[in-house]
């Protein structure tokens, strides 16, 4: 059984009681520390007392049913599923777990960091770890990975991927004291290659995802592979080993036409759109582009930032009705994701182009000077800020105002220059 | 009007300096999409 005096604590953080009230006429109050710390053991009555005022029961008859119901729904987290039949396990689980003291309590508590993650409540993720933070000196090490990993997935999603590595490192320490299966380290191996890759650490990015995929490819799980390969093109893009980049994006295209997954085709496709663009190739990174946004089942949060390439891509080679076609379905989509914050850049400049196009010259300095290029500075988007500062220094010298241009020029270049460092 | 004079061509300068840099940077700017960290979820289907 779980450790009764971790239990107690963290259904009393989780209730929001302090230490006085629940032991308020059962017990001391320096006494319940000592109980909840594990370092008094207390008397079954006085136990009974506690567990009364929390609302709570003790059952020890449930355990062994309750533990295989965990790992499957833990295995949910992790594959393609339905989040409502994830939801649905949740709220099973929760229930029973509510009446029982299991030792598979904690770590189902852990996991709900991760559940709350794919759910996309970010806000209930944080409060987790925050009434976590107080019990998490009694975990064991199985625990302490799990906990690292979802906290480093909660700063992953949250885009602090400075903090995440930090947390991935710990988890990747733990992973040598205790005995996981192959792909759990794989797991871990993705998401670090993920993190490195969304920093530019292209090397190491190359590193993990190599491992990661090393065990991917034994057991044959080809969509894993197949993001494997995505996280590999784009690295392999950014030291222009272009071969290998395509090389790797059309495997994974492969893989997943055999999984048949759209998602991971046309993600694909949208790598190898930046990459043709970047090689300054527009007419096959229109090409990609373009298979990406008329696809109806590609979801919004791909759409939005392809949408946005296109947009700028027909800009770039003159293309202006095209461009504010396509500019027009950005911002709708935009309205689709319900303003999200995650996707002002593209709101940004996606209305910048509008404005270039409509050569409202007000309003486009407007936009970028008062807006959008500090925003991009706040949120450290060094590729957004290089291009449009750019654009704005060259929207400057065509009106001869050379003191101006050269000042947003000089802003491109140093943020170029951070961008070549990371 | 020399000053002038001087005041802009070098101002040319400098910018054709930051232009010619501003090409050979091109080819880092890209704006990659990785996949995601979490379930691979089912793609959702939009018109």
Redesign the interface.
């Known amino acids: 059984m779980m450790e009764v005096g971790s239990y107690i604590k963290l259904q009393r953080v989780q209730q929001g009681m302090t230490q006085d009230e629940l032991a308020s006429g059962i017990v001391s109050m320096s006494y319940l520390s000592k109980i909840e710390n594990q370092r008094a053991e207390a008397s079954p009555e006085v136990i009974s007392l506690l567990c009364t005022r929390l609302g709570i029961e003790i059952d020890n008859e449930k355990d062994i049913d309750i533990k295989d119901k965990c790992e499957e729904w833990y295995g949910m987290l992790f594959e393609v599923n339905d989040k409502e039949e994830i939801k649905k396990r949740y709220e099973e689980l929760n229930k029973l777990m509510e009446t029982v003291n299991s030792n598979n309590y904690l770590m189902f508590e852990i996991y709900k960091v991760r559940y709350f993650l794919v759910i996309g409540e970010h806000e209930s993720a944080l409060e987790q770890i925050n009434s976590l933070n107080e019990v998490s000196n009694t975990f064991d090490n199985l625990h302490l990975y799990y906990w690292y990993k979802f906290k480093g997935n909660y700063n992953s999603l949250t885009g602090d991927n400075n903090q995440a590595l930090k947390l991935y490192e710990l988890a990747e320490e733990k992973l040598k004291q205790i005995d996981l299966k192959n792909d759990e380290a794989a797991d871990l191996y993705y998401t670090i290659a993920v993190a490195h890759s969304k920093i530019r650490n292209t090397l190491e990015s190359i590193d993990y995802a190599e491992r990661a995929i090393e065990v991917f490819q034994i057991e044959y799980n080809f969509i894993r592979c197949a993001q494997c390969h995505i996280v590999l093109g784009i690295s392999y893009r950014r030291i222009k080993m272009y071969d290998k980049a395509i090389k790797n994006y059309n495997l994974a295209k492969h893989l997943g036409g055999l999984e048949r997954s759209n998602q991971i085709i046309q993600l694909a496709n949208v790598n190898l759109g930046y990459l043709y663009s970047s090689k300054g190739d527009s007419h096959s990174a229109v090409h990609y582009y373009g298979e990406v946004v008329e696809d109806s089942e590609v979801d919004l949060q791909t759409k939005l930032p392809t949408a946005t390439s296109l947009t700028r891509e027909y800009f770039k080679i003159g293309e202006y009705d095209r461009s504010k076609i396509m500019l027009d379905k950005g911002l709708k989509l935009f309205k689709r994701l319900n303003y999200d914050e995650a996707f002002k850049a593209h709101y940004y400049a996606l209305t910048a182009y509008k404005y270039a196009m409509e050569k409202d010259e007000a309003k486009f300095e407007s936009i970028l000077i008062n807006e959008f290029l500090p925003y991009l500075t706040k949120h450290k988007e060094y590729v957004y800020l290089v291009d449009f500062a750019n654009m704005l220094g060259e929207h400057f010298e065509k009106q001869a105002k050379y003191k101006e241009a050269l000042k947003y020029y000089k802003l491109a270049n140093l943020t170029y220059g951070k961008l070549i460092i990371l | 009007m020399k000053k002038l004079f001087v005041g ?1 061509v070098l ?2 300068m ?2 054709g300096g ?2 010619s ?2 090409d050979s ?11 995601s ?11």
Do not use: H, R, W
């Open positions: 802009t101002g040319v400098l910018m930051f232009m840099v501003q940077n091109q080819e880092d700017l890209a704006y990659e999409l990785e996949p960290i979490l379930s691979v979820q089912k793609p959702v289907s939009f018109m």
